[in-house]
């Protein structure tokens, strides 16, 4: 993958670039345009393949057959890249030009999809880390790069970021991956207890201590030790762990026998470190310790465009863990994705967790969600039943809950369907017959209209007794001609 091939037909050219290139320390294969195949097929891939513009045809099928390789075409000027052509060098060819079309093809290898097993692994590895924005690719590169070495990692970012999300995917893809993970947080812990807590302590060496100890740094030998909120550790636990990482080793509270220390530290903060070092708050020396490769995990409100995925992903875990689900309408995600997310993934899982409990395995509006995640129009839907319906419902709520009980007299003396007729509303049919949709509909006008009295015609008041919308009662007042001046 270190070597680039010249197909050229043109010897003062391959040798020009050859020269150039070998000057730059690249080593080279040169090759004519008649063994170009041969040599792609066997060799392949290569850093970088440069052709010559004029080859026509040939060129045409050395780019179609190697998709994953990247060409760069030489003596063209004005010529269009795309594809896995990546640039076009003018000559004569100088140092910028090719240094820069160089670090195209660097690129187009680091970020081409990768295929087989390797993408199931990386899933896997990247949990959490859902998502195509840029800030998530750059991240994920970031933890491939910095992984396999035992450099110590500082990762910063907002709360609910993901920050020990990064650090366990640095330990699991570096060479430590069958160590223990030790995650410590330093802000949970109070700073008498702090040193104790890292370095452990010996038999007696303060009040309580009635056994030794072992500490963090010593549970996580051979593994990555995690020291979240850094930030919040104080001034004289610093300068130990400075000297811990210089020296790496340690001496546990109450002890006298240095104790030699093999692990990577992996530190994070959501603080301005830089500005703690100048209010004198963190120590700098510290800091360039720690800051060997800085990771940014970005907010969720810069990366909006992973919300829905972060969805499906966060939805699928509590399919498989409590076999709930829930779906979510276009608009919902479109009012999710223009939400500030100040708790970032955090604030995102424990939305979705209630929506769960709140709407288990329905589908979830703008209108269902939250008000303050409410940034677009909801669906003002307001169901409108057939007078079918109504009337069935309305014969159901006054005939079809008596019961045995109801025929018993009350406090009154009177039962609950003598308490009826007494109103002139009687439950037995007339031998003639009746004619039932008018005689409900009196009753319907009857009951609406002492509704209405009763609540001084304030026809809010007046559907909320009679179980109704307001927007219902007021289409059967226009439906019967009823109105405030008809009394």
């Not at 993970?181 to 949970?188: D, E, T, W, Y």
């Not at 201590?209 to 550790?233: C, H, P, Q, W, Y």
């Not at 030699?260 to 310790?289: P, S």
């Not at 409410?374 to 079809?400: K, M, S, T, V």
């Amino acid at each position: 993958m270190s070597k680039i091939l010249i197909i050229s037909g043109l010897e003062a050219r391959r040798i020009s670039l050859q020269t150039v290139l070998t000057f730059m320390g690249e080593h080279c294969d040169c090759v004519a345009p008649d063994q170009a195949f041969d040599y792609l097929a066997k060799q392949g891939p290569y850093a970088c393949v440069l052709l010559d513009a004029d080859s026509g045809e040939l060129n045409d099928k050395l780019l179609q057959l190697h998709p994953a390789q990247p060409f760069i075409m030489v003596g063209a000027d004005g010529m269009e890249h795309q594809g896995n052509l990546v640039g076009v060098l003018p000559e004569p060819v100088t140092y910028p030009q090719l240094t820069q079309m160089l670090h195209r093809c660097q690129e187009y290898l680091q970020r081409r999809p990768s295929q087989g097993g390797a993408v199931q692994n990386k899933t896997k590895l990247f949990r959490s880390l859902i998502g195509k924005s840029s800030g998530v690719q750059l991240v994920r590169h970031m933890i491939e790069q910095v992984a396999p070495t035992d450099a110590n990692v500082l990762v910063l970012g907002e709360s609910g970021t993901g920050k020990e999300v990064v650090a366990r995917n640095v330990h699991y893809l570096s060479n430590r991956r069958e160590g223990p993970f030790i995650p410590v947080n330093c802000g949970a812990i109070p700073g008498e207890l702090l040193e104790s807590e890292l370095f452990g302590h010996e038999k007696g060496a303060f009040t309580g201590a009635v056994n030794s100890r072992k500490g963090r740094f010593e549970l996580a030998e051979g593994g990555t030790l995690f020291l979240d909120e850094i930030g919040d550790m104080p001034l004289q636990m610093q300068v130990k762990l400075l000297r811990v990482l210089q020296e790496r080793s340690y001496e546990r509270v109450g002890g006298t026998k240095p104790i030699q220390c093999d692990v990577r530290v992996i530190a994070a903060t959501h603080r301005d470190l830089e500005n703690m070092i100048t209010d004198g708050k963190f120590r700098e020396d510290l800091y360039y310790r720690l800051n060997v490769f800085p990771i940014e995990s970005p907010p969720l409100r810069e990366r909006k465009e992973d919300i829905p995925l972060l969805l499906q992903e966060l939805v699928s875990r509590a399919l498989s863990e409590s076999g709930r689900s829930i779906k979510f309408t276009e608009g919902a995600l479109k009012s999710l994705m223009e939400h500030h997310w100040a708790g970032n993934v955090r604030e995102l899982s424990n939305l979705v967790e209630r929506l769960l409990i709140l709407y288990p395995d329905k589908v979830v509006d703008v209108s269902d969600l939250p008000h303050k995640y409410q940034h677009h129009q909801a669906d003002d839907y307001q169901p409108e039943y057939p007078e079918e319906l109504l009337e069935r419902e309305a014969i159901n709520a006054l005939f079809g809950d008596f019961t045995e009980e109801d025929d018993e007299p009350d406090d009154t003396g009177f039962s609950q369907a003598e308490d009826l007729e007494a109103g002139g509303q009687s439950q037995a049919l007339p031998e003639q017959g009746l004619n039932l949709k008018e005689y409900l509909a009196e009753l319907e006008v009857s009951l609406i209209t002492q509704a209405l009295e009763q609540q001084e015609w304030v026809v809010a008041r007046a559907a909320e007794v009679l179980g109704m919308r307001r927007t219902t009662l007021v289409e059967k007042m226009r439906k019967y001609g009823m109105s405030k001046g008809d009394e």
